[in-house]
């Protein structure tokens, strides 16, 4: 199923993007395998795009992206960095959710039962608090991240910059990419690209063919500079937000241009090998041999969602005590961008101190830096964005984040 990679830039990284689609819900694991998925691909039986498949589908295309996809590999670390189990009396915390599908309470325990919930880790200071898997997963199965591969792509951009590939957040872009050079590009700076306000043209209207979303979503290097070079300014650099799936593959342009290579090699030596993750895992390819996508679609398990948390929540500092990230990186990127006082560098921010980064179908990395706690999600959503699901696993992250601080009196 190499048309998987379709879906790459399309729809599925919009993080606040509504998909109406009409799919089919499943109350029991599935008993659908690699195999006989490949055959109902070959046959036609089944939708090449993970969009429109069955959420019994589904489960099995987001865990094996590498039978279906073109991916490079993400080694795990020599030294994996471990966890102590601590179990906490997490599942009998209350929630409760008032919006346009209703009032509803429920306990994190009856959550951690919903057939969308694949795989959720909560870990506090070094302690796996709560660990819960689908019958179908474990702590290992790597999972499709979506829109959470942008934070990553942005940690990036911090290491290059640590280690002199870039010399500064306010370098224009056309530093690295010259042939933007007479375009409104030529004006933006790599903190534009990641506040996501350049200030360029941009339709993300996915209902319309003609859109930039729809012509150039997937796009990557030369494509990809191409379609932008040709769109006119209508705000200045920094002034305005306007989530743009063009741009976050930029950033992984701009970031192959400075290091002249791939970037699955530079996270592997700065990222999986440094943070120490434990399983193997997948960035997916604009095709064959192709171009990782800046904004999207690592594969990773659960517990090295966490760990890539915990690299941030220690502000670019690897267990070892090297630094891979420049001093106070993460305090930048978790800063409000002027342009939207919720978004920083490519992370969502709280009002409250607290920040994630989000896929759609409900994939999460959740940070709490005031007590230390970090929150990995693997998720099948009916839907992209916009269900009960989604809305109640967000309530979810608050609620144990707030009963963690209530426990220590924050």
Same mark, same amino acid.
């Given at each position: ?21 009409? /799919? ?40 094996? @992206? ?55 880790? /909560? /870990? ?19 999972? @499709? ?6 934070? @990553? ?7 290059? @910059? ?214 990995? /999600? ?33």
């Amino acid at each position: 199923m190499l048309l998987f990679y379709r879906l790459v830039l399309l729809p599925i990284v919009a993080t606040g993007l509504v998909i109406a689609l009409s /799919v089919q819900a499943e109350t029991s694991p599935p008993v659908i395998t690699v195999e006989t998925l490949r055959a109902g691909l070959q046959s036609g039986e089944v939708n090449d795009n993970p969009l429109f498949q069955t959420p019994a589908q589904r489960r099995v295309t987001f865990a094996n @992206i590498e039978q279906f996809a073109p991916t490079r590999t993400l080694i795990p670390g020599s030294s994996v960095l471990t966890f102590q189990s601590t179990p906490a009396s997490l599942e009998s915390i209350d929630v409760a959710v008032d919006d346009d599908f209703g009032d509803r309470r429920f306990t994190v325990a009856e959550f951690l039962q919903r057939k969308d919930l694949m795989g959720l880790a /909560v /870990v506090q200071d070094g302690n796996i608090l709560l660990e819960h898997y689908a019958p179908d997963h474990g702590a290992d199965t790597p999972w @499709i991240s979506f829109s959470v591969t942008k934070s @990553i792509s942005s940690m990036l951009i911090g290491a290059a @910059i640590h280690d002199g590939y870039i010399d500064s957040i306010d370098d224009p872009v056309v530093r690295y990419l010259p042939r933007l050079r007479g375009s409104a590009y030529e004006s933006v700076t790599l903190r534009h690209l990641l506040q996501m306000a350049s200030g360029v043209a941009w339709s993300e209207d996915y209902a319309n063919p003609k859109s930039d979303v729809a012509i150039a979503g997937a796009a990557n290097g030369v494509a990809l500079t191409a379609h932008l070079a040709q769109k006119e300014r209508v705000a200045e650099p920094g002034a305005r937000f306007n989530y743009n799936t063009g741009e976050a593959n930029l950033v992984g342009e701009v970031l192959r241009a400075a290091l002249a290579n791939a970037a699955t090699p530079y996270a592997n030596e700065k990222l999986w090998q440094g943070v120490g993750m434990a399983s193997t895992a997948y960035w997916l390819l604009d095709r064959p041999q192709g171009r990782e996508t800046g904004g999207c679609c690592i594969a990773a398990s659960v517990l090295d969602y966490v760990r890539m948390g915990v690299l941030a929540l220690n502000d670019g500092v690897l267990p070892s005590g090297e630094r891979v990230l420049p001093e106070g990186w993460m305090t930048l990127s978790t800063t409000p961008s002027p342009a939207l006082p919720n978004y920083g560098f490519m992370w969502w921010l709280t009002k409250d101190e607290r920040f994630y980064v989000s896929g759609i179908f409900g994939q999460k990395i959740f940070i709490d830096p005031l007590t230390h706690t970090v929150i990995g /999600v693997h998720s099948n959503a009916e839907k992209a964005t916009g269900t009960p699901y989604n809305a109640d696993l967000q309530a979810v992250l608050i609620g144990i984040t707030d009963a963690i601080r209530a426990e220590q009196g924050l």
